[in-house]
């Protein structure tokens, strides 16, 4: 679904505004508008017991712009598929990417309604590029894979970046994140790249306990992953970790101060690698 009909069937049966969803906090704790009264007391519920959340999440966005401005500029890379997208937040990966390359083309995914409602705010790329909106479900990579949006976006023969930054925590089971990437990475060609960013509970125990018990809660079950986990979920599939490896995401090809934060106000592992 891509058009207004899409909107307006999202708007009277998916939305459910009385029910807190991943993205609205997301939105709602990094300081957005696009959030209900569901969505803020479950933040606040999450965020009594999670104090760092709000900063370990920036530190994830300023992640994401760095890994993606590095594929661009160092590496090249001119096409991106970028899986559990949130609602726009500046700078969005497309921004970053074709202000590198003007001419960069991303294929944005979620399956968030509310996302679906803000896909034109996202769909404001150069002109020479290409930026376009699936709303579509990580558990289903194939749709993805198979999707006219994809066809029409991605050259598969030239190399890609797939990007899953802040989404396989809410993939649980281990088995299923691997089956995921795979299918995702094995369509894709030699010289493509995987970038991805999830939570950890190694640098801060507690609160991040404390905080994904009150995820869970409110029906939003989460997996905190060790750093062997994360390195996993790319050797997996047959990737290959480019140097610094996975680091906490302030550790990362640090700039601009990123790694003065305290390790343990930053819950979140991050890394890249590429396909041989
Ligand atoms: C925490 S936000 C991360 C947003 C952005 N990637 C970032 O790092 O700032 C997670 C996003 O993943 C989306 N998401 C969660 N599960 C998903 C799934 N199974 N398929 C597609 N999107 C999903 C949520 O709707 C939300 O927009």
């Not at 937040?89 to 202000?99: D, G, I």
Request: with cysteine; proline share 6%; aromatic share 6%.
């Amino acid at each position: 679904m891509e058009d207004s009909d899409a909107r307006d069937e999202v708007m009277t049966s998916r939305l459910r505004t009385d029910v807190a969803h991943s993205a609205r906090i997301y939105d709602y704790l990094l300081g957005g508008k696009d959030n209900f009264p569901a969505d803020r007391a479950a933040a606040a519920d999450i965020h009594r017991v999670w104090p760092s959340l709000p900063v370990s999440m920036r530190a994830n966005r300023r992640f994401l712009a760095r890994v993606v401005r590095w594929l661009a500029a160092e590496r090249g890379v001119r096409q991106f598929l970028d899986v559990g997208t949130g609602l726009p937040t500046e700078p969005n990966l497309h921004q970053v990417v074709q202000r590198v390359h003007p001419d960069a083309r991303v294929l944005y995914v979620d399956n968030d309604p509310m996302v679906l409602v803000h896909a034109r705010a996202l769909l404001t790329g150069t002109r020479e590029g290409v930026t376009r909106y699936l709303d579509a479900d990580l558990r289903e990579p194939r749709a993805i894979l198979e999707s006219a949006a994809l066809a029409e976006t991605l050259d598969r023969s030239r190399p890609v970046a797939v990007s899953l930054f802040a989404i396989l925590q809410f993939v649980t089971d281990e088995s299923v994140a691997a089956g995921i990437i795979g299918t995702l990475m094995d369509a894709m060609p030699s010289g493509s790249f995987l970038a991805l960013s999830t939570v950890t509970a190694d640098s801060n125990p507690e609160e991040v306990a404390n905080g994904l018990a009150v995820y869970a809660e409110r029906g939003i079950p989460e997996l905190a992953r060790d750093r062997a986990a994360v390195e996993r979920l790319f050797t997996c599939a047959g990737l290959e970790l480019v140097e610094p490896g996975v680091q906490l995401v302030h550790r990362w090809r640090p700039a601009d101060g990123s790694d003065e934060l305290p390790d343990a106000q930053v819950q979140m592992y991050g890394g890249v690698a590429v396909k041989p």
